[in-house]
């Protein structure tokens, strides 16, 4: 069981716009930056988002970033085929003083 | 160009230590963290721990008994051992590199496939 909640998974049709959330508390998204992280079947984790909202050099601004309270969300639009992946949050927890990820979302684009 | 990439023993027995090495070219193992994470088959990513200025460390509390990291600096290589394993600590475990605070991974190793068993 994640500190982090993720749903286990999503579906969308290509070429619309998909939300991802990852709800945790006041210890961990609350008060720290979240990274969202994109795992293509069989790859390796690749950053997506870090610092909440920012994109790294050569990731699309079909991926966005925001941070609400205690959940964050990471939004894709204009839905592709390739974006059929898995899907996980990242933060530092306070109290466990740990980093810690969300379960995963799986992200189907039918 | 920065690349990490793991090396051990892909076969542990049980009640045994896992030892791994995370080799880093192109560029200095200085200034960042230095996490492993790892993925058991078919679930999510589970963090281990991070080591950085070269003594400092942090663990997963769930692991924080079994787990210790180190740097070698003049190897540009750091080290993860996981004492008495079980077949639960069967992964895939990668490297990876964190930026300035820590929870910007940017660089990761391919990983590597350790399997628990006698």
């Known amino acids: 069981q994640s500190v982090l909640t993720q749903a286990p998974s999503v579906s969308a049709a290509p070429g619309q716009k998909v939300t991802i959330s990852c709800s945790g508390g006041?210890?961990?998204?609350?008060?720290?930056?979240v990274s969202w992280y994109q795992q293509l079947p069989g790859t390796v984790p690749k950053l997506l988002i870090y610092d909440n909202k920012e994109r790294p050099s050569g990731i699309p601004d079909r991926f966005s970033g925001s941070k609400s309270g205690t959940s964050a969300t990471l939004g894709i639009t204009g839905l592709q085929t390739g974006d059929e992946a898995d899907y996980y949050c990242?933060?530092?927890?306070?109290?466990?003083?740990?980093?810690?990820f969300g379960g995963g979302t799986k992200l189907t684009v039918l | 160009q920065v690349q990490l990439q793991e090396s051990g023993p892909g076969l542990v027995k049980p009640s045994e230590t896992l030892s791994l090495t995370c080799t880093v070219s192109?560029?200095?193992?200085?200034?960042?963290?230095w996490s492993w994470i790892r993925q058991p088959a078919g679930k999510g990513l589970e963090w281990i721990g991070r080591i950085y200025n070269s003594w400092t460390t942090n663990y997963n509390p769930s692991l924080k008994s079994r787990v210790t990291m180190s740097m070698h600096m003049s190897t540009n290589q750091f080290s993860l051992t996981l004492s008495s394993v079980t077949a639960a600590d069967t992964a895939v475990y990668f490297c990876?590199?964190?930026?300035?605070?820590?929870?910007?991974?940017?660089?990761w190793g391919q990983g590597i496939l350790v399997t628990v068993s006698s």
């Open positions: 006041s210890s961990n998204i609350g008060n720290n930056y």
């Open positions: 192109g560029g200095s193992i200085s200034s960042y963290y």
């Open positions: 990876a590199r964190a930026m300035a605070g820590g929870l910007r991974f940017d660089y």
């Open positions: 990242g933060t530092w927890d306070n109290s466990l003083s740990a980093i810690i």
